[in-house]
């Protein structure tokens, strides 16, 4: 692996808050972990992005989460809420996709949803950046390179392993399949159940570009200076 510093490392840290039993003193610790770490972004449920985006004013990102955790919303109500969290200061969408639907084979229906979604997104607001979990704790082999495939049709610019609500998290062969497809054209974001410093560097290594997790501060307080910057 190149040369990777310890505030590089932050650097690829989405703080993730997004339990529904969180509390608005929560939301603040994680803002203020953002801002003293240098984590790329705090992630909140949509209603709380306002007030995060209030509490960072400007020194740090926050990400939300669109049809989560089951992307079952129709792509009307996705929408809506992702103009609404760009209009309360989300910097960053995570949006899941209908795996039911594509589970049921229903591929140009989840297509056709994600790329209306990334059209209205990026019309708001170019620079707003969109993650599309796929769920792949859910699908077979072939449903994930379906998945991906349609994500890098998409043009959206990261695709993601998981919610962190599902049966299973990030695994080293999913980020592999999805570099392997999507090459350098969509972007990888790994989450869910990398709990530790050796984890969370092996899907880097595997091509992993940002970590959701709610462990980053434990993460950045294992960094070992000589054995992950060689």
Not at 156 to 165: N, R
């Amino acid at each position: 692996m190149k040369k990777l510093t310890r505030e590089q490392f932050a650097a690829m840290q989405d703080h993730s808050i997004l339990e529904p039993y969180q509390t608005k003193e929560g939301i603040a610790e994680m803002v203020r972990q953002t801002i003293e770490y240098g984590f790329n972004a705090t992630y909140v449920e949509p209603c709380h992005v306002k007030y995060a985006a209030e509490l960072s004013a400007g020194k740090a990102k926050v990400g939300t989460v669109i049809g989560f955790p089951f992307g079952t919303n129709t792509p009307a109500i996705k929408i809506a809420e992702g103009l609404q969290c760009i209009e309360d200061g989300a910097a960053a969408l995570d949006f899941v996709i209908n795996y039911s639907m594509l589970k049921s084979g229903e591929d140009a229906y989840v297509l056709d949803e994600l790329t209306q979604f990334v059209k209205a997104m990026k019309a708001k607001d170019p620079s707003v950046v969109i993650k599309v979990i796929i769920e792949c704790c859910y699908l077979t082999h072939d449903e994930k390179v379906r998945a991906i495939n349609i994500v890098k049709a998409s043009k959206a610019d990261y695709i993601k392993t998981s919610t962190g609500t599902g049966s299973g998290g990030c695994r080293i062969g999913d980020i592999r399949l999805m570099k392997r497809i999507c090459g350098d054209d969509v972007k990888i974001k790994a989450a869910a159940q990398i709990t530790n410093i050796e984890d969370a560097l092996a899907v880097i290594e595997e091509g992993a570009t940002l970590i959701g997790e709610n462990t980053a501060v434990k993460l950045l307080a294992d960094w070992d200076e000589e054995r992950w910057t060689k």
